[in-house]
């Protein structure tokens, strides 16, 4: 019985050690099968330097185009800031020589815009071909640096003391005023002046002014009404001029083409 037992005990034991060691074994080929293959001993390392290189590359690449962008920015930036520099500068310039040299600025002033306008009037009709008369631009430049520059000046001052208020009612009485008074008056001075340097006689310019004084004052009536309102309702005194010089580039073409007419003969009056 006793060595029946001992056979017993020994079989179980054989028995459990070999289904250990075929628990084990299956143990190792699964995870074997289902294991990462190991990389070679070099691989790690170069797969890194290579990344870092890219890496490197890249940041290169980066600094580079904000590098490139940058400067375009900044040279955009100081271009749009030296040309609006230098426009302010112009303008800040001419008000300054407004108030420090109120009559030569605006009598220079005046010169060059009867100049510009006397031009466009005789390419208006027909300078281009027939050539241009530059004695008479010189004329209309005096006349715009003599008369017009300083008589504009003074004027807007006066008005301006008399009815300091830029209401509708003062609008309207200084626009009135420059119908009834200043205007007429002017024209004639351009108109005798003119004839008188183009070597018109005393009976000759009366009969220039008869022929088309009438004429030129009804076309600056329905031409210069809404230019004074403009200048005298929003326009600063000192600026008043410039603004009225201006307006008066379009008037002075008019008005270069009435004083280039022929003179009116003594016998036809």
């Not at 890219?54 to 962008?69: A, G």
Request: with cysteine; net charge positive.
């Amino acid at each position: 019985m006793a060595a029946a037992a001992a056979a017993t005990s020994t079989k179980n034991g054989l028995l459990r050690t070999l289904r250990r060691s075929h628990l084990h074994c299956s143990r190792r080929q699964y995870f074997s099968k289902h294991s990462i293959p190991e990389s070679p001993i070099g691989a790690p390392k170069e797969i890194g330097n290579h990344v870092a290189r890219q890496l490197q590359q890249s940041k290169w690449s980066s600094r580079f185009s904000h590098s490139i962008l940058r400067k375009g920015k900044d040279l955009e930036f100081s271009s749009n800031r030296s040309s609006s520099s230098w426009k302010f500068g112009l303008v800040g310039w001419y008000l300054g020589m407004i108030k420090s040299r109120p009559v030569t600025t605006k009598s220079l002033t005046s010169a060059f815009i009867y100049t510009a306008a006397d031009l466009s009037s005789q390419t208006i009709v027909g300078g281009s071909t027939e050539g241009y008369d530059l004695v008479r631009t010189l004329r209309m430049a005096g006349y715009g640096m003599l008369i017009i520059g300083p008589s504009l000046h003074y004027w807007f001052n006066f008005v301006s003391r008399v009815f300091p208020k830029r209401d509708l009612l003062s609008t309207f009485t200084k626009m009135a005023l420059g119908q009834t008074i200043y205007g007429p008056t002017v024209t004639v001075v351009f108109f005798s002046a003119n004839a008188a340097l183009q070597g018109e006689s005393g009976s000759e310019i009366v009969g220039r002014l008869k022929r088309d004084l009438v004429p030129t004052l009804l076309s600056g009536v329905m031409y210069w009404p809404v230019c004074d309102f403009v200048t005298f309702r929003f326009i600063p005194v000192h600026l008043q001029p410039l603004v009225s010089n201006s307006f008066s580039y379009l008037w002075t073409v008019y008005l270069t083409y009435m004083a280039s007419l022929g003179k009116v003969s003594i016998t036809d009056q």
